[in-house]
């Protein structure tokens, strides 16, 4: 299980992309990557938020950016 927390996002991500969506997905596909470049692929992916329409927008975009590195992942 890949878990990305809202709340404990990098410096890094949130400098960039500040509270957002955005952030937690590409916080979420840069470890996918991590994963796969140590040809580990049996991953489930859950992005987590306390506030509702952050959290659903972030799996709608997750599932949108995964397709578009042709990628299909169970998400949790």
């Known amino acids: 299980r890949l878990g990305i927390n809202h709340g404990s996002l ?4 949130m400098n960039r992309y ?3 969506p955005t952030g ?3 916080s979420a ?3 996918v990557k991590i994963f796969l470049s140590e040809n580990f ?3 489930i992916i859950s992005v987590k938020s306390s506030d509702t329409a952050v959290l659903v927008e ?6 949108k950016m995964l397709q578009k590195f ?5 998400i949790h």
């Open 10 to 13: 990098s410096d890094r991500i």
């Open 18 to 20: 500040g509270n957002t």
């Open 24 to 26: 937690i997905v590409v």
């Open 29 to 31: 596909i840069e470890f």
């Open 41 to 43: 692929s049996d991953l």
């Open 58 to 63: 972030s799996n709608r975009l997750l599932v």
């Open 70 to 74: 042709g990628l299909s992942y169970p």
